[in-house]
């Protein structure tokens, strides 16, 4: 069973996550990366408030009526108890980039290999 201050490391550890993928508001223009980590850190920030909330452990909860920050169609689909994979949480476009960039000298780019 966690013990209480396990659950607060949990929720600070979240917290500062949430923190890291933060928005700097000096940014005019607004890119996929930014919309992709703002939707990181609104995540982390629901997966913190989850950690502390007592009305998560009531059997009559209805989860579309809890604040926005809640992230509630996430919520509902753990309590759910759904298996689907959460792809919305993974930059496709960042790993497809990543993935046609040619490797360069220090990627090791001569024979062997290493796996």
């Known amino acids: 069973m966690f013990q209480v201050r396990d659950v607060r490391a ?3 550890r979240l917290t500062d996550t949430s923190q890291f993928f933060e928005l700097d508001d000096t940014e005019e ?3 996929e990366e930014m919309l992709f980590r703002s939707k990181l850190s609104h995540f982390f920030m ?3 408030l989850w950690t502390d909330e007592t009305r998560l452990h009531e059997a009559n909860l209805f989860v579309p009526g809890l604040p926005q920050q809640y992230s509630g169609s996430k919520l509902a689909d753990i309590l759910q108890g759904k298996e689907a994979p959460w792809d919305d949480m993974v930059n496709i476009s960042q790993i497809e980039q990543d993935i046609n ?3 360069g000298p220090s990627m090791g780019g001569g024979g062997g290999g290493g796996f």
């Open 46 to 48: 629901s997966l913190s």
């Open 29 to 31: 223009e607004i890119t």
């Open 101 to 103: 960039q040619k490797p």
């Open 10 to 12: 949990m929720k600070q």
